[in-house]
């Protein structure tokens, strides 16, 4: 999916989640740490990061990998639909490359729980596969369709996010291939 530039979509996703050194940040379907990480690293000492994923295989790694970095990560497996986390809690919650993996109901449920637990004016970054606004590009798409199943309409994935209160979805003009972001902020 990434042609090799994993790294590369990581280090994009944290920079556009606008993390800030202080921050407390959420990193839902977290696999082995790949975004979680690097958030912690960006935020330091006087933050604090947090992954959640439903396989604790890929927490077990998370948890190796950010040992062997001497970084305190908070990774628990866990759901996005019953988010272990008291409300307003995370400046930051970022999902990468898992909501599409999700039926609609369990988006809906989703989208509620990540409103819980971040703090008023706290943020909200999807990176996932979202179709391009122009036919560039469809033809990529079509071979991670086959893989992957069908990509949100960035429309789509908006109101889904404004349907749980989040006033102002925006889909950026940043892509990385047939990855797409759509940022929101907690009013």
């Known amino acids: 999916l990434t042609f090799g530039q994993a790294k ?9 989640a606008l993390i800030r050194p202080g921050e407390s940040i959420l990193d839902l379907g977290c696999g082995t740490g790949g975004v979680t990480i690097p958030a912690k690293e960006h935020v330091g000492l006087g933050g604090r990061a947090a992954g959640i994923d439903p396989s604790p295989e890929m927490i077990a790694v998370a948890k190796r990998k950010a040992h062997r970095k001497g970084l305190d990560i908070d990774f628990q ?4 639909e019953a988010l272990p986390f008291p409300d307003a809690c995370f400046d930051v919650v970022t999902a990468s490359l898992m ?4 039926p609609e ?3 809906v449920k989703g989208a509620a729980e990540i409103y819980r637990v971040l703090k008023p004016g706290g943020r909200l970054l999807i990176a996932d596969l979202i179709r ?3 036919s560039a590009g469809l033809g990529a798409l079509l071979i991670v369709f086959l893989h992957h ?6 429309e789509d994935l908006r109101r889904l996010l404004m349907g749980a209160g989040f006033p102002g979805a925006v889909q950026l ?7 797409g972001f759509v940022r929101a902020a907690k009013g």
């Open 149 to 154: 199943g069908w990509p949100f309409d960035g």
């Open 99 to 102: 909501m599409h993996h999700l």
């Open 105 to 107: 109901h369990l988006q």
């Open 132 to 134: 391009p606004r122009s």
């Open 173 to 179: 003009d940043q892509r990385f291939l047939a990855v």
């Open 77 to 80: 497996v866990g759901v996005i």
């Open 8 to 16: 590369r979509l990581r280090m994009l996703t944290v920079e556009l």
